[in-house]
């Protein structure tokens, strides 16, 4: 196990550096860039600036030397050249893109993302601020969406066929045909004060001056909040598990080892969860750290944006649609690292649950 955790590990930084650079590459192509919102931005105001004394309208005057017209951005003309290149310089993109790149990446070796081109603060801060958000929705949806899925899978594969079975699989359709940010567009109508009850709180993770109150008032007071996102991830998402683990079941159950075990005797809970237990849920209970990140990296985000709450996925959107480089790329970094440290995590406990499995003997 130990040389197949090293090959896996010395394969991370080539697939973590090739993800980046993809990403990267696209973005240059890409219209919009910080450089181009400032430039509309600074011709707006002359354009408004001219309105008002009665100079603009019309066509945009080219600045003396003609700058603004060969200018490679359409925002810049009209603007002094000196200006424009200043705006360059000051975003960093004075320099080719290989370069910036290179840079950007040698500064990711040591965790150091830069400063954000609109809010000024480091990378690295924003990060570290907005990470608890996301991880509390993810790690508390996921547990409890296992705890919900793996007990009713289990129920209906014993159940088969029985009107239990039946009514069960109504509330998964359910759960596979509306997504969860639906759920919690419902959520805050019913129950957060959008047209009926004023029950929980909408947003943050904690009410206003909690920081002075004792620390299980701000644990219940977080409870309090956590409770509407946290059911709209697990209605959204305990479908295809439980399906996942109804159906393990019942391909264990059928397998001769089970039948075995009964014509030996074995009681029903015995075969259930003395033998097929451990096999079915294989699959399922190591696939945890990959629920997590899937849950953490998509599932979060619209939801995060219903109830307000500042975590890495609303940072990664609002990031995305200002064309803020160094924050979407070091969030794309982070949760691209998760990932790939999370499969690795998930390959360990495939060993753990079943030691006969063995990855160093795969070829």
């Known amino acids: 196990m130990g040389a197949y955790l090293l090959r896996r590990l010395a394969l991370l930084v080539p697939t973590l550096f090739g993800i980046i650079l993809i990403n990267f590459a696209i973005v240059q192509f890409a219209p919009g860039g910080p450089v181009e919102q400032m430039l509309a931005e600074l011709r707006g105001q002359g354009a408004t600036l ?88 993810g ?51 019913l129950f957060a004060g959008g047209s009926f009850l004023q029950v929980f709180p909408l947003r943050g993770l904690l009410s206003s001056g909690a920081e002075a109150w004792p620390f ?6 977080y409870a309090w909040h956590m409770v509407l996102p946290i059911t709209a991830l697990v209605i959204g998402g305990f479908a295809s598990l439980t399906m996942l683990t109804k159906n393990s079941f019942m391909d ?33 209970i190591a696939g945890f750290p990959a629920a997590f990140i899937g849950i953490l990296f998509t599932g979060a985000l619209l939801v995060e944006i219903v109830f307000s709450l500042d ?18 790329f070091g969030t794309l970094y982070l949760f691209t690292l998760l990932g790939l440290v999370m499969q690795i995590v998930g390959d360990v406990t495939y060993t753990l649950i079943d030691p006969r499995i063995d990855f160093e003997a795969r070829r």
């Open 139 to 189: 790690l508390w949806s996921t547990l409890l969406i296992y705890l919900v899925s793996i007990p009713l899978g289990i129920m209906k594969a014993v159940r088969d066929g029985t009107r239990f079975d039946f009514w069960t699989s109504a509330a998964v359709l359910v759960g596979y045909a509306i997504p969860g940010f639906l759920f919690a567009i419902l959520l805050v109508v």
């Open 216 to 221: 299980w008032q701000r644990a219940a007071d």
């Open 252 to 284: 264990e159950i059928g397998k001769q080892y089970v039948l075995s075990a009964r014509a030996k005797g074995a009681g029903e809970n015995r075969v259930l969860y003395g033998h097929v237990f451990r096999n079915a849920m294989l699959l399922i």
């Open 50 to 137: 001219g309105r008002l004394t009665g100079e603009g309208g019309g066509e945009a005057r080219t600045a003396p030397g003609g700058g603004g017209e060969s200018s490679a951005y359409r925002g810049a003309r009209g603007l002094d050249p000196a200006v424009v290149a200043e705006i360059e310089r000051t975003f960093g993109f004075d320099k080719p893109a290989h370069v910036r790149f290179f840079e950007m990446m040698k500064g990711y070796l040591t965790f150091d993302f830069g400063r954000s081109l609109f809010q000024g603060r480091p990378v690295i801060d924003l990060l570290r601020e907005k990470l608890p958000v996301s991880i509390s929705l």
């Open 311 to 328: 975590g890495l996925g609303l940072l990664g959107f609002e990031s995305a649609i200002r064309r803020d480089y160094p924050v979407m």
